[in-house]
C-alpha cells in the first residue's frame, strides 16, 4: 500500500511510515520536473542514433538508429532487473549495490537515495535514462562491421559489469568516489569516459574496417542533416540530462541548464574555427562536433560552476577534442565516429576543470548543498580527486570492455564483428536488418565498388581478347573458321 497523502494547504505529497508517522515531503514540481527532464533525456537516446547515422555511408545508416531503440528496451529491462539495485540500493558496498531492490522491488514511494524531495521511482525511472545512452554512445564502435545480435547480449553485459559499479561508486552514497569527494554532477566518469573508453576497446577488438587506409574510406558523411537532427535531440535532450540532475526545480537547475547552453555553443564555434583554418569552409559537422564536445566537458560540471567557467569548457572542449580525433590516426585504431575523442577526452576535461572551477557557492544555489569547491575556492585537493575518479572510470571501463569482448569472442554465435567481408560489402542494414533507411543504396559506389566494377571489367576484356586471339589461331592452322565464327567467339 502506498502511505501518502496530499496536503491542500501547502500543495505538497507527504510520505508516511508504516506507523503512519510523517516520513518525507514531495514537491509536485520538483516531481514534475524530473519526468519532465526524465522525456528529455530519452529524446537523446534516438539522438544518438540519427547523428551516428548521418556520420556514415548510406549503406549502414539504419544500423545505428535501429540500435538506439533496441538498446533502450535492453537497458530498460536489465534496469528493472537489477541494475537500479546493482547501481543505487543503499545497503551496497563502496563499488557496488546488493539486489535490494532486485526486480524494482519495494522501489515506489519512500526517498530516493539521490533526493529525499522526491520518491525513489521518479529517481529510478530519470537515471534509466542515463543508463540507456551510456552504452548507446559505446556501441557506435561498431558501426560498419558489427554484428546486432551479439551487440544486444553485449549491452546487457556491460551495463551490469561496466556501467553499473562506475554509477554506483560516483553517485552511490556509499560509493567510494563520492565519499572521498569526487564532483560529478550529471555524469563525466559514469556516462562519458566510461563509453567513450569502451567505445575504445571496442575498435580495437574489432580491428579495422575494410579498406581501411584507403581512399574508400575517405568519405563523407553521407547525410549531414542528421548529423544537424541529431545535434538538436541531443543538445535539447542535455537540458534534462544536465538540469535535471539537480532533481529539483530550482536555481541550481536552472545554473545548470545555463551553463550547459553556454558551453554548447562556444564548444560548436570553437571546433568550427579550428576546421575553417584547414578547409576553409564553415563546417556543420564540425560545429555539431564541437558542441556536443562542450555538452560532453560541462556535464560534471554542470551544477558547481558559474557561466564565466562554462566559455572556457567549451573553448577547451572544442580545441582538445578537435585534436584528438587525430589519435586515431598516431595509434592506428578505426574509431571512425571519433567517440573517444568527444567522449573520454570530453569527460576528462571537463572533470578537471571541474576540480579548477568548481564554486561551493554555485552548488548551495539549491539552499542546502555543501562542498568544499575547486582552486577557486582554494580546496586544492579537488584536483587530486577529479584525477583519480577520471584514471579509475577510463581503467576499468577499458579492461572491463576487453574482457568481455574477449569471452563473448569465444562463445559460439557472439562474436561481435561480421563473419564476412561481404557483410561490409552490402553493408550491415542489409546483412544484418534485412532493411534499408532509403530507397536506394549506391554500394558499388560506396564500398569503392568502383574499382571492383572497374577490376571486374578489365578482367571480362582480358578474356574476350584471349578467346579472340584463340580463334585466329585455330582459323590459320585449320583454314576453315569465318570471320562470323571469329567475331560470336
Known amino acids: 500500500m502506498v502511505n501518502i497523502t496530499y496536503d491542500t494547504t501547502s500543495e505538497s505529497i507527504q510520505w508516511h511510515l508504516s506507523n503512519s508517522t510523517q516520513g518525507g515531503v514531495y514537491s509536485p514540481g520538483d516531481i514534475a520536473w524530473v519526468l519532465a527532464s526524465t522525456a528529455l533525456v530519452w529524446l537523446m537516446i534516438p539522438g544518438v542514433g540519427f547523428f551516428y547515422s548521418g556520420l556514415l555511408r548510406r549503406k549502414n545508416a539504419l544500423s545505428m538508429i535501429g540500435l538506439s531503440v533496441m538498446c533502450l528496451a535492453v537497458v530498460s529491462f536489465q534496469w528493472f532487473f537489477w541494475g537500479f539495485s546493482l547501481a543505487f540500493s543503499e545497503t551496497g558496498s563502496r563499488y557496488i549495490g546488493n539486489l535490494k531492490y532486485f526486480g524494482l522491488r519495494g522501489v515506489l514511494d519512500q526517498p530516493s537515495i539521490g533526493s529525499a524531495r522526491i520518491p525513489s521511482i521518479v529517481f529510478c525511472v530519470y537515471q534509466l535514462m542515463f543508463a540507456a545512452i551510456t552504452p548507446m554512445i559505446a556501441i557506435g564502435a561498431i558501426a560498419e562491421r558489427g554484428r546486432i545480435g551479439p551487440t544486444l547480449v553485449f549491452i546487457f553485459i556491460w551495463s551490469t559489469l561496466v556501467y553499473d ?39 580495437i577488438y574489432l580491428g579495422k574496417r575494410r579498406g581501411y587506409g584507403t581512399e574508400r574510406l575517405a568519405y563523407k558523411p553521407h547525410n549531414t542533416s542528421y548529423v544537424v537532427i541529431g545535434t538538436v535531440f541531443l543538445w535539447f535532450g542535455w537540458f534534462g540530462f544536465n538540469g535535471g540532475s539537480a532533481l529539483s526545480a530550482n536555481l541550481r537547475a536552472a545554473q545548470a541548464c545555463i551553463v550547459t547552453n553556454l558551453a554548447a555553443s562556444v564548444g560548436g564555434l570553437t571546433w568550427m574555427i579550428w576546421d575553417y583554418r584547414l578547409e576553409r569552409k564553415w563546417s556543420a559537422v564540425g560545429f555539431c562536433s564541437g558542441a556536443i564536445a562542450g555538452l560532453v566537458a560541462i556535464t560534471p560540471a554542470s551544477g558547481f560552476v558559474g557561466s564565466p567557467a562554462a566559455v572556457l569548457f567549451g573553448v577547451m572542449a572544442g580545441t582538445l577534442c578537435n585534436f584528438a580525433t587525430q589519435l586515431k590516426f598516431l595509434l592506428q585504431y578505426d574509431d571512425c565516429l571519433d567517440i573517444f575523442a568527444s567522449h573520454t577526452i570530453g569527460g576528462v576535461v571537463g572533470n578537471i576543470l571541474t576540480a579548477l572551477f568548481a564554486q561551493a557557492s554555485v552548488a548551495g544555489f539549491d539552499g542546502f548543498t555543501v562542498i568544499g569547491g575547486g582552486w577557486l575556492d582554494h580546496h586544492y585537493i579537488q584536483l587530486g580527486y577529479q584525477v583519480a575518479d577520471s584514471v579509475s572510470g577510463l581503467s576499468y571501463s577499458f579492461v572491463m570492455t576487453t574482457i568481455i569482448l574477449w569471452v563473448m569472442h569465444y562463445i559460439p554465435g557472439l562474436r561481435m564483428r561480421v563473419s564476412s567481408p561481404e557483410a561490409e560489402i552490402i553493408g550491415i542494414d542489409d546483412a544484418e536488418m534485412g532493411e534499408f533507411a532509403y530507397d536506394y543504396v549506391g554500394i558499388d559506389a560506396e564500398l569503392g565498388g568502383a574499382d571492383t566494377l572497374r577490376d571486374s571489367m578489365q578482367g571480362e576484356r582480358v578474356q574476350k581478347n584471349t578467346t579472340q586471339q584463340q580463334a585466329v589461331s585455330a582459323e590459320k592452322e585449320g583454314g576453315g573458321s569465318s570471320e562470323g565464327e571469329v567475331a560470336g567467339a
Open 165 to 203: 559499479p562506475i554509477a554506483c561508486w560516483t553517485w552511490n552514497t556509499n560509493g567510494w568516489s563520492f565519499v572521498l569527494g569526487g564532483l560529478d554532477f550529471a555524469g563525466g566518469t559514469p556516462v562519458h569516459i566510461s563509453s567513450g573508453t569502451a567505445a575504445l576497446a571496442i575498435s
